[in-house]
């Protein structure tokens, strides 16, 4: 059904990360450590160590309630982690936030969708372009040269962005009445166009069909081709993540139960486990 | 495609509504000169300019930003008391009206932006009702803190001082020369103004108003702002300063409240600080809501329509708040009840291009 | 022992505040709307005690109860015809609908009884000497504390132990879930809006006790304070409107004698601002983060 992408081979880091080989000799693009978050004595994620090379498809897999998404929350700063670090690029993130992790490279899609619905698909792509496309609230209101210039580079840029995913034609529409699959399609060429250089996508493939799926997966492949970037992503749908992810960690109970390729973590019985109950002994 | 074709329809739109306002101005202008125009409603050009910018500059915080504000009126009193100190004290130094009024309107646009920050800033990460109910506070602390005021001018310049322990009770108690002249008197507020106001003021500060509100929203600011309106987390996680973002938008509506404020004061030859409550502040919401959110045309049909009504009902003694409720009542139910809605667009056939996030 | 009157005052003018607040609240928790016509339904309530009394001669206890029973027609009346068909509807025009509202009651106030103010008579008269005279306590006072503790009592009770008080719980958590588990929604919502506005007519009686010039417009400030203080206790929350209430009673009594009569209002105010900016969901008030 789905095309086979090609795997590179992975190789171990000194923090017992596996990335792919091209990447090994770079600072990885993200490396936490001993990270975790409390919910009110609640361990949601628990000593978390995790490195991704710079040009690497990553998966963030695990049963329902496992804690994926609050990792995303913590990587992007909308919850303060309890404990541990978070690099990005080899840069400390402490105390930065949610604002000033985006402009450090991060961007993420949500798994319930977040678009400003009631603006048009074209300025919800000019929204991400806002750090790259600068010029000042006075000349704004005075379209000063600086507006023209910077708003013929958006509105160039945000037509480019939304060629991705051939949706130039409904550049004038309102963002919340696009069906669902679009949405999901926005919100990924939002997130690219603060020139991330980590790409978080928190369940991409929710709502559709296999061919979209399928679709999907090549997009994914195309932008981290087109952009050199990183790509970390949550999802549920295996042949997603075992097509196009090169290297897996499991999470369960906020705590990483497996890393490795996609061959390792299906034949891997701690993750089967977690997955499908353990078995009863005879 | 082409960056030109693109930006049509919305500029559009802003242009169409300059026209508009022109037009209206010019109609308005030569309708008075033929005297068509009785008093009464020319007492009343001049405070609709006011309400207009009011309404639209509360649209930019209510609509554009999202945040609930029912302290509106209190930017406007802290423009007018300040627009007032500043053409009264400098009567003598300029005796050119027109600059006076100018610089009066500029004052009060500055002080009220300052105040606007300075409320903006510990308060604006409250979210919603939470929110609301700061500035309704903040408005009548304001309101109490101008009631209190006494602003008195000799040679040494400007004295002021608060009535908060009954330690002040005429201006006499300032301690100035002999011969000083009285701005704010306490609760008494201004009595003496010069009136300075004019309808053609109105439409410049009009004008003024809707090139700022109307340019920003088209700016890379005015989207961020929406986006935080729209969805704050996500406006967030591409890097928008949601402080930042707020306190502007915050303070340019206070600013042009502040100036509104400035204008209305020197529309009266007395001013006092009770004008500016929270039923003023309630008053302009009403404008905006009926006008619809972030609708900048609507907040100014509104403006002109609520503030007509209730003199046109003037022959309905007092039925006409009564009925001015019930209208309210009624205007609510008719645009934001389902059923009622539908019953509407079967009688009326709905004009294309009609509301499309419904 | 002036400090102590001074606190009494407090107690019993915040007691007010949190009978009204409890309405607020209550109405807030269920409905999700700031209800700004609840004020003008204290001074309904007023007026109606005033009629029943003065023009009626109906004894007092007796004419308490007929106000209670007209306001609470009155609230479910104003629900039924004002807020039910915009139960959709969003916030605002919600609240400009209850804006509407309270400029109809105050302006049908006025037609029917006149701008001129009412010398309202307390329900109770007399006062309690305590050590020789030092301390004066009026029995209003005394019957206001007193009412409510009862109030608030019964109420907690109510909502926690009773059916009704059930279904109001599990409306406030979530509307559509109550649907589906068969509560009754619309009725459930009346019924709070029933008992606020009989809470409302309470209060109305007592406040015109202490401050007895009764005007079209004299709930306006007793209704923003009330609102000041359930949203002060954490709005939604029953004990937070007690609690709410009877702090900003205490706060206004002791600001008025002790820093500035002209400032009192502003020092309440400002007093909840900064509440509000280190707990930004009142002193009770739940925080729910936000699901990202």
Not at chain 2, 104 to 130: H, Q, T
Not at chain 2, 209 to 218: A, P, S
Not at chain 2, 257 to 284: E, P
Not at chain 3, 103 to 126: H, R
Request: with cysteine.
């Amino acid at each position: 059904m789905s095309k086979k992408f090609e795997k590179p081979k992975m190789v171990p880091l000194p923090s017992h990360s596996i990335v792919p080989e091209r990447d090994k000799d770079k600072t990885p693009i993200l490396e936490c450590q001993h990270l975790g978050i409390d919910f009110g004595g609640l361990r949601a994620v628990y000593d978390l160590n995790l490195a991704m090379g710079r040009t690497e498809i990553a998966g963030l897999i695990g049963p329902n309630g496992a804690g994926k998404t609050t990792v995303f929350n913590l990587l992007t700063k909308v919850y303060q982690p309890t404990r541990g670090t978070i690099l990005i690029d080899g840069v400390d993130t402490a105390g930065k936030t949610t604002a000033q992790i985006s402009r450090m490279g991060v961007a993420r899609t949500f798994q319930n969708i977040r678009l400003f619905n009631n603006m048009s698909v074209e300025d919800n792509v000019k929204v991400g372009l806002h750090n790259q496309e600068p010029y000042s609230m006075l000349s704004g209101i005075f379209r000063l040269p600086s507006y023209w210039k910077r708003e013929k580079e958006a509105h160039e840029k945000a037509m480019d962005l939304l060629g991705i995913f051939h949706m130039q034609d409904l550049a004038d529409a309102k963002a919340g009445s696009l069906p669902y699959g679009a949405q999901r399609r926005l919100e990924i060429i939002r997130a690219l166009a603060t020139n991330p250089s980590l790409l978080l996508l928190d369940e991409p493939a929710a709502g559709m069909n296999p061919s979209e799926t399928a679709e999907l997966m090549e997009n994914i492949i195309k932008i981290r081709d087109t952009f050199q970037i990183a790509i970390l992503l949550i999802e549920h749908d295996m042949n997603l993540v075992m097509g196009v992810c090169e290297g897996i960690c499991v999470l369960n109970f906020g705590e990483i139960i497996a890393k490795g390729t996609a061959e390792e973590i299906q034949s891997n019985p701690v993750v089967i486990e977690a997955y499908l109950g353990k078995k009863k002994e005879a | 495609m082409k960056n030109g074709k693109k930006i049509n329809s919305a500029v559009l739109k802003d242009y169409l509504t300059y026209a508009a306002v022109a037009l209206a101005f010019v109609v308005i202008t030569i309708l008075d000169k033929q005297g068509f125009i009785n008093n009464s409603t020319r007492g009343l050009l001049v405070p609709i300019c006011c309400y207009i910018v009011m309404a639209v500059s509360l649209n930019l915080t209510v609509g554009i930003l999202g945040e609930l504000n029912l302290g509106h009126a209190g930017f406007m009193s802290v423009g007018a008391f300040s627009g007032v100190v500043a053409s009264l004290s400098l009567a003598e130094a300029i005796p050119n009206p027109v600059i006076r009024l100018a610089i009066a309107m500029l004052v009060g646009a500055a002080f009220a932006a300052v105040v606007g920050l300075l409320i903006g800033l510990p308060v604006l990460r409250l979210r919603g009702d939470y929110l609301a109910i700061v500035t309704l506070a903040f408005g009548e602390i304001i309101k109490d803190l101008i009631n209190a005021l006494y602003v008195g001018q000799d040679s040494a310049g400007l004295h002021f001082g608060f009535n908060f322990r009954n330690n002040i009770s005429s201006i006499n108690d300032l301690h100035m020369e002999e011969g000083a002249k009285a701005i704010i008197k306490g609760a008494q507020g201004v009595t003496g103004n010069e009136k300075l106001a004019t309808f053609a003021a109105g439409f410049v500060l009009i004008m003024i108003t809707l090139f700022i509100v109307m340019n920003l929203v088209r700016s890379r600011a005015g989207r961020a702002i929406m986006a935080l309106r729209d969805n704050r987390i996500a406006a967030e996680s591409v890097g928008i300063n949601v402080t930042k973002y707020k306190l502007m938008a915050f303070a340019v509506s206070a600013a042009l409240a502040g100036a509104a404020g400035a204008l209305y004061a020197s529309n009266y030859a007395s001013v006092k600080a009770s004008t500016f409550d929270f039923n003023q502040s309630i008053l302009i919401l009403m404008f905006v809501v009926l006008g619809g959110l972030g609708n900048i045309r609507g907040s100014i049909v509104a403006a002109i329509v609520l503030t007509i009504l209730p003199e046109a009902l003037r022959s309905f003694e007092n039925l006409r708040m009564l009925i001015y409720a019930i209208v309210l009542i009624l205007v609510m139910i008719a645009t934001n009840n389902p059923r009622v809605k539908t019953l509407i667009s079967c009688i009326i056939p709905k004009k294309k291009g009609g509301p499309a996030n419904e | 022992m002036v400090f102590l009157s001074y606190l009494i005052s407090g107690l019993s003018l915040g007691s007010v505040y949190a009978i009204i607040a409890l309405g607020y609240t209550m109405v807030y928790g269920i409905a999700k709307m700031l209800n700004f016509a609840h004020g003008d339904v204290i001074m309904v309530g007023g007026y109606i005690c005033f009629i029943a009394t003065t023009n009626l001669g109906l004894p007092v206890w007796l004419a308490v109860i007929l106000s209670m029973a007209a306001c609470t027609v009155l609230g479910v009346v104003i629900e039924g015809l004002a807020y039910k068909p915009l139960r959709q509807a969003p916030a605002l025009a919600v609240l400009i609908t209850a804006i509407g509202v309270s400029y109809f009651l105050q302006n049908a106030a006025l037609l029917i009884w006149g701008a001129n103010p009412k010398m309202f008579s307390p329900v109770v008269t007399g006062t309690l000497q305590l050590f020789d005279g030092q301390l004066t306590i009026s029995y209003v006072s005394l019957l206001t504390i007193a009412a409510c503790i009862v109030i608030m009592i019964a109420l907690t009770l109510y909502i926690n132990k009773s059916k009704m008080g059930k279904a109001m719980r599990a409306v406030s958590e979530d509307k559509g879930a109550a649907q589906l588990m068969g509560i009754h929604v619309n009725r459930t919502i009346s019924t709070t809006f029933a008992i606020g506005s009989a809470l409302a007519a309470v209060a109305g009686v007592l406040y015109c006790s202490f401050s007895p010039m009764l005007m079209p417009t004299t709930g306006s400030m007793p209704g923003i304070k009330a609102f000041t203080a359930a949203v002060f206790g954490g709005i939604g929350s029953i004990p937070g409107a007690f609690l709410g209430g009877i702090l900003l009673g205490i706060i206004e009594s002791l600001a008025k004698a002790y820093i500035s009569t002209n400032m009192a209002n502003s020092i309440v105010f400002a007093v909840l601002i900064v509440v509000l900016v280190v707990k930004p969901t009142g002193l009770l008030g739940k925080y729910v983060p936000e699901k990202v």
